[in-house]
């Protein structure tokens, strides 16, 4: 994708000034060329309470956009499904694509098949190690690491026991939240022992290693989990188990911070059950990504600079630009807050 001048056409001020934000993003738009046109979204998983919730909205967001969308597919957590559902939608006549590769590395000859046949990508969620796309729709995933460790370490007061459940490292996800947690730890909190344990994103291999870690080092005092979606049912159950779902001014009380945002973490840390969550944005998610697919459709371009929904895209690569949409750190403080999208699912 070639990168242009910030000349900002009538329409694309006008789709944008729709989002409801003030400060327009940097990127050149043609005319309505391709309005109407298919556009396709294949969904991750089907087993996170965060990726069913991006899944309610995508329809929400499809329609108010007026977009012709496609009826989903589910990859199911499977690069070899990813693969049949895309050919399969191609087929169908799809103009635009909407995925979230939970395995960043093997889409790459995906993406340049689509590219080749000039049927333009948007990633959600993650992004591609190799491989272009029209734009990444995602939060910084460096700074969910950041605040997980920033939070356990002041918690902690600099010491104790932390376990981390690592997302898939085949993931880009997974090792930008892995890599900047370990940073911060070791730059910062020297003295907390992590122990860091790789789940592919499954909640049974979390509470196994859980279970193992308890067994061996029973004054653990802190978790920090990747994603909520899939870890925090688990581990809530075998802390419950084990009589340690305690308040905070009990000397046994462990710290959790998680990741994703969901209803379910919000009511767990009502319950005083976990302490923190970062809010990624399911709601933004699915509307930015529907965004940039219709505007890919319809021929515009964008380049570096803030855009009008307190977001900034960057390139990441060349032929890759991905906007960081915000993702707040949620506590007991603000964890009402009716801005938050887990306040507003299912309402």
């Known amino acids: 994708m070639r990168l242009l001048q910030p000349i900002i056409a ?3 001020v ?6 409801g934000s003030t400060d327009k993003p940097s990127g050149s738009a043609s005319g309505g060329a391709g309005a109407g046109a298919p556009i396709a979204v294949d969904l991750p998983r089907a087993d996170s309470d965060f990726w069913n919730s991006y899944a309610k909205y995508i329809p929400q967001y499809a ?9 989903p597919t589910n990859s199911q957590n499977d690069i070899a499904k990813l693969v049949a559902n895309t050919q399969a939608l191609t087929s169908q006549g799809a103009k635009a694509i909407v995925m979230a590769p939970q395995d960043t590395g093997a889409i790459a000859t995906t993406l340049t098949t689509l590219e080749q046949k000039k049927i333009p990508v948007v990633t959600v969620d993650t992004r591609p190690d190799k491989g272009k796309v029209y734009m990444v729709v995602r939060a910084d995933n460096r700074a969910y690491g950041q605040k997980a460790c920033e939070f356990l370490g002041e918690k902690l007061g600099g010491k104790g026991k932390v376990i981390e459940f690592q997302g898939a490292l085949s993931s880009v996800n997974g090792r930008d939240r892995s890599e900047a947690f370990a940073e911060c730890m070791q730059s910062k909190y020297p003295g907390i022992t992590v122990f860091a344990e790789p789940t592919d994103w499954e909640g ?35 802390l419950r188990s084990k009589n340690l779902l305690v308040p905070t001014t009990d000397p046994k009380h462990i710290f959790i911070v998680s990741n994703d945002g969901i209803p379910q973490e919000f009511e767990a840390i009502r319950k005083g059950e976990i302490d923190a ?6 709601d933004l ?23 009008d929904h307190e977001s900034t895209i960057v390139q990441v690569r060349d032929g890759v630009l991905e906007d960081q949409l915000p993702a707040p750190l949620v506590t007991k403080d603000n964890v009402d807050d009716p801005a938050l999208w887990g306040n507003q699912i299912g309402k």
């Open 14 to 19: 006008a789709s944008l000034a729709a989002c």
């Open 63 to 71: 329609k108010e956009s007026g977009i012709n969308l496609m009826t």
């Open 285 to 307: 998610y699915a509307k930015y990504a529907l965004f940039y697919a219709k505007a890919a459709v319809e021929g515009k371009t964008f380049q570096p600079g803030k855009t």
């Open 204 to 238: 049974a291999k979390a509470s196994a290693a859980l279970q193992t870690r308890l067994a061996q080092h029973p004054d653990i005092n802190g978790i920090y989990m990747q994603a909520g979606g899939v870890f925090l049912a688990p581990t809530l159950q075998l």
């Open 277 to 282: 969550t970062v809010s990624q944005p399911a």
């Open 10 to 12: 009538a329409a694309l």
